[in-house]
DNA sequence: TTCAATTGGTTGCATTTGCAACGAGAACGC
DNA sequence: GCGTTCTCGTTGCAAATGCAACCAATTGAA
């Protein structure tokens, strides 16, 4: 009974979805995003393709947790912004594989160091040693379910 | 230069943006949410009203994150389903201060056990002593902006 | 081979969202 | 008092989102 009483804002759904907006607005205030203009739903696509390019938009979905039409959306205004292009695959002609361009590349020196500031501001006084943690207990959970997934 | 190359997928602002969408997703699937013609974003604000009622608009809408024209709009709805209440501040006529009604405060034990069955599952297998850290981070991390921003 | 079931991508639709402009009320200055 | 500035809630608008329906390509089974 007192755990329900503590649920809410104790919850790792709570803080978790908080916490991912209130990082990820803070990170589009603070980025070249808006004059470049991209979104943050953008940024999140290109997190995955600076990992990995040659993925199919359906892969992109699920890393993403977003709708696959969603991501067709945001792959065609990538696409005319010469950021990302589609490639239909070969073998399988169903596929079209997405890859970087020049500028998408490039892009990942333009935002990332702003972001890691943010997050470093965002973290300050915290222990490393908690924040380790943190990300671990987060990554296994996250792993988990994409890869579950698929 | 090594942790630049490793930061997207290993930073806090991917795992908790990726995974609090991924957990509110899970609740969203596993409760009567839809049933019942409420949506995740009704669901955030009920959290915030679980754990105090009567605040003006604008407290949820930073506490949630969200426009206050989004959190005005959720209310309107809210309202129209019999959950809340918006009851004009008779001490600054600028204010509405939020309310939940009978139904409203019902919902919560109806939706609770769901939502943390959901997060039992998905931190299966993750001693309890690293997400107390992992939460404890986050907590801190939350109660640092929200208060800074208001 | 041929036909059913599955999978990947696109599109229409209704909902949700942030931003900006607006109006009402309050606080502060003069 | 009176006007400026600020805050709170509402609304219009464009962009983003999930869902469902659709088409094309692949797979699997009869």
């Known amino acids: 009974m007192s755990q329900a009483v503590e649920f809410p804002v104790n919850s790792l759904v709570f803080l978790t979805n908080r916490v991912g907006r209130l990082l990820a607005n803070e990170i589009r205030k603070r980025t070249a995003l ?80 702003e972001a890691q500031q943010t997050v470093q501001e965002a973290t300050e006084g915290i222990p490393e040693e908690d924040l380790a943690i943190c990300k671990r207990v987060l990554s296994q959970i996250y792993q988990k379910f994409t890869c579950n997934h698929k």
Do not use: C, F
Not at 81 to 107: C, F
């Open 34 to 113: 808006d004059e470049l203009g991209l979104s943050a739903q953008h940024m999140g696509i290109l997190v995955d393709l600076w990992v990995k390019e040659g993925v199919r938009q359906q892969d992109l979905a699920v890393s993403n947790i977003k709708d696959k039409g969603t991501i067709a959306r945001a792959l065609q205004s990538l696409e005319a912004a010469n950021i990302v292009v589609r490639i239909p695959d070969q073998e399988d002609k169903r596929n079209k594989l997405i890859y970087l361009t020049h500028r998408g590349r490039s892009l990942r020196e333009e935002l990332l160091p």
